[in-house]
């Protein structure tokens, strides 16, 4: 720090963790590890942080900044994203301030201005910008109380998400060696996790990792069946009005898509790197600052969503990889009320990812990661066990069955497909070896149930002694068979056309030394019904208030949206729906009771607190 002594900076805050906590944030205690993170970055050490999404990561490093002098820096990938995060900071009181490209000259230089002379709390960053020469001098120049690194597995080589600018980060490490530095992210596999604590120099850093359980989310995925229909009764039963995010692989599935929801009633709207920037930030906008969008998307969207009511997120193709799935999935209940992962896959997109691998550019070593984390998707998929213990045991946690999941609800029933997988694996041998010929899994099937075709004809497939064998079993019956074959590697998709082969692995099976039993598939369309309404208690955050509680809660939500339309910002920034329900349920009658209801800070309940209690006792007066 070159001239420390000659600058402005802000005065020591002598506030306690725990009071900033309180008064600047509004909540009672810190949750899980938080108090200790806190701690130990407060102090000046460095940390890792693997925590789910809602379970409160940016407090480990807000409050640490609010406790120590000068400014935190928080480096964030999305800057998109940062304005309604330092908005949420500035309704806390907060003083907090972004540097993007979205900013005039004229602005940079009065948050530059503003960091100098030691009036910021908080400085959010891109870090394509934070690694520019004249960004580091500037900083140099100015006290630093910590970096947090957000989303800190980009700088992963390996992992799902990767940024090149991530990479620059290291630098960190050696111009400012005396400021604590706090990565944070809310998934990374084992391997990932050793990966960007090397690439960003945190080998002395404490390592914390949270559960990544998220019991609030209800994980359900069904066999595809005209996919978008699907979609449309879950969302028509379960989440109606509620706002949420569906994912798809390719721009024009989502363009498909958002236009079919629309055509249903739902306020729909795309998002892929195929639209402008400007349609990209304008239908994020309206996402994050309207009630009940549905985005639809590639996984462009989403990292870093402060958004904590989304309701649900649907996929309508199948992830690459398990890490990608849960952090798309837990973009949805950030505010920890019950919300619902839901996805329908089918064995075209098991073929289509395959191909993708296939011609994907990058090492062998590369392919072969690419392939292991699909293999690990399909047995998420295809698990007859509880899906969230597959998700935690893939992050290398342990985890009882959950009982909100749908093969909890509706335990899935088996059957020894032995012999029907036998006869499949012989259709491929040969049709390969007796006509040289290799065929994707719809052939191999109209063979099996004696389909005559074009096809069949011009190659002669009804002499075959295979022809015909399986026709006792429907179609829908032998895909779910490949599909899970696959998943188990006992067959595998090779090629540009994703024809089968049987690998050496099958070869028990073949001579009969095993016997496998698959999982019966079932349409799911309805909530995993079998005895539980948990899923739908999530369609909004008021479905378990009744009478006059729903009707102030409405109250409260009508005069929110205007309050954050007036603001020009996101409704969550004014009060979260968890923390409007905890209103509609304490029935604050003066400022003091109001202030105990979680989420209302000091600076809220100034702005706001007049106005809540008047809506309160109207309620009460009616």
């Known amino acids: 720090m070159s001239d420390s002594d000659t600058r402005t900076s802000r005065s020591a805050n002598t506030r306690s963790a725990q009071e900033i906590l309180e008064g600047v944030f509004g909540f009672d205690a810190f949750r899980g590890d938080q108090a200790e993170i806190v701690e130990h970055v407060s102090a000046g050490g460095d940390a890792v942080v693997l925590m789910p999404t809602g379970g409160g990561k940016s407090l480990c490093y807000q409050v640490p900044a609010l406790v120590r002098d000068g400014t935190g820096v928080v ?36 948050v530059e201005a503003a960091l100098l002379a030691g009036e910021l709390d908080l400085l959010y960053l891109a870090p394509e910008r934070l690694v520019q020469e004249r960004t580091l001098a500037m900083l140099e120049r100015t006290r630093i109380s910590l970096f947090a690194i957000d989303e800190a597995h980009c700088v992963s080589q390996w992992g799902h998400d990767f940024r090149t600018d991530y990479l620059g980060l290291a630098v960190l490490a050696d111009r400012f060696p005396g400021i604590p530095r706090i990565a944070l992210t809310a998934t990374a596999t084992q391997a990932t996790h050793a990966e960007l604590t090397e690439r960003l120099r945190l080998g002395e850093a404490r390592h914390f990792v949270a559960s990544f359980d998220r019991p609030n989310i209800q994980y359900r995925i069904e066999p595809k069946s005209r996919a978008r229909n699907q979609l449309l009764r879950f969302l028509r039963t379960e989440h109606a009005g509620d706002a949420g995010i569906v994912y798809c692989l390719s721009r024009r599935s989502v363009e498909q898509t958002a236009e079919f929801l629309r055509g249903e009633g739902f306020a729909a709207l795309p998002y892929h790197a195929g639209l402008s920037e400007v349609e990209r930030a304008e239908n994020q906008r309206r996402f994050l600052r309207e009630e009940g969008i ?46 619902t992962a839901w996805m329908a896959y089918g064995l075209g997109d098991v073929v289509q990812l395959g191909r993708m691998i296939d011609q994907s550019e990058g090492s062998g070593a590369h392919r072969r990661r690419q392939r292991e984390h699909l293999e690990a998707m399909l047995a998420l998929c295809e698990t007859v066990d509880c899906r969230r213990v597959q998700i935690l045991r893939y992050f290398g946690q342990d985890a009882e069955a959950c009982g909100n999941c749908d093969t909890c609800l509706q335990p899935p029933r088996t059957w020894d497909a032995t012999v029907p997988v036998q006869k499949l694996m012989s259709a491929v ?7 040289g010929e290799r065929y994707g899994a719809g052939q191999i099937i109209d063979v099996l149930r004696g389909r005559v075709s074009d096809r069949s004809t011009a190659s002669r497939h009804e002499e075959l002694s295979v022809w015909g064998i399986g026709a006792d079993l429907t179609p829908a019956v032998w895909r779910s068979i490949v599909r899970q074959l696959l998943a188990r590697g006992l067959l595998q998709a090779v090629g540009d056309y994703g024809v089968l082969v049987v690998p050496e692995a099958a070869g028990p099976v073949l001579r009969g030394e095993e016997t496998v039993l698959l999982r019966e598939d079932v349409q799911r369309t309805r909530t995993a019904q079998a005895g539980t309404s948990s899923a739908r208690r999530g369609s909004t955050a008021a479905t378990e208030l009744t009478g006059a509680d729903a009707q102030l809660f409405e109250s409260l939500r009508t005069w929110r949206t205007a309050q954050a339309s007036e603001q020009g910002v996101p409704p969550y920034v004014v009060f979260s729906d968890a923390t409007l329900t905890g209103i509609v349920r304490a029935r604050p009658t003066d400022r003091a009771s109001l202030s105990e209801v979680s989420g209302v800070g000091a600076a809220k309940l100034e702005r706001y607190g007049a106005a809540v209690l008047a809506l309160v006792a109207e309620a009460a007066g009616n």
């Open 429 to 435: 041998i040969r049709l390969d070896r007796q006509r």
């Open 75 to 110: 480096i964030s990938p999305l800057i998109a994203l940062m304005e309604d995060q330092v908005a949420a900071l500035r309704a806390n009181g907060v003083q907090a301030a972004f540097l993007n490209s979205t900013l005039s000259w004229e602005d940079v230089q009065q």
């Open 294 to 339: 549905v985005m639809v998307a590639t996984i462009a969207f989403g990292m870093g969503t402060d958004k904590p009511d989304v309701r649900f997120v649907a996929h309508l193709d199948l992830p690459k990889s398990v890490e990608g799935y849960y952090q798309e999935t837990g973009r949805a209940g950030r505010d920890g009320l019950p919300s």
